[in-house]
Structure formats: structure tokens, C-alpha cells
């Protein structure tokens, strides 16, 4: 299992922090987990993540009134948007994509 599971990205200090947890089966967490998947800067500031912690609106506008909330989400930086979640897989292919995507920007060479 994954929970409690850090890994050191590079010699930058990023590094992943897992968290992941069984949870009742629920309205919020059909899928029985409990999750919270986040990329850290060496001063520990949150990059990345995902997790289903708190509900989040769909998007801004009048639309947004008719969707239900979700608690699936991802966080990149200060932007906060609804994550589909399918399964545990898709969740850490996802994952670990947008982790590549913010490293890269960064200019974070960590192979």
C-alpha cells in the first residue's frame, strides 16, 4: 500500500507525499478511498495534488449551479479543477503525469 509513502524527486529537494486511506463507500467517495497525492518545493509548498478532501465547483458561472460538486479534484498550484476519477491506476498515471509536466517547467532534470 502507499500510504504514508515519500519519495525524494531530486537533488532539488521536490519530493512526493502519499496519503491513502479506506473510506466508507459514500456519495462523495464512491470509490471507497480516502486520498491526498501531492508534489512538494524544498520549502514545502504544494505543487501538485490530488485528493478528494473537499467539495469543489465544477467550473465558474451560471452552469456551474446545475453540476453537483465534487470532491475529486486536483490542485496545481493555486488553480483548483475536478478530477474524474476512474480507478486507482488512472489516479496515479494522472498523478505522476502532472508531476512530470510541473517538473519540466521548473526546469527539473531528476532521470
Known sequence: MLDGELFVIDDGG???KFV??????SEHRPHGLNYSLTLHAKSGERLVGFDNA?????QTGPAARSRKTAHDHKHRLRNVRPYA???AAS????FWAEVEAVLA???VDHD
Open 85 to 87: 476519477y476512474q480507478d
Open 54 to 58: 473537499h467539495p469543489v465547483a465544477p
Open 20 to 25: 491513502v486511506k479506506r473510506a466508507p463507500v
Open 14 to 16: 521536490h519530493w512526493v
Open 91 to 94: 489516479l496515479l498515471t494522472d
Open 105 to 107: 517547467e521548473r526546469g
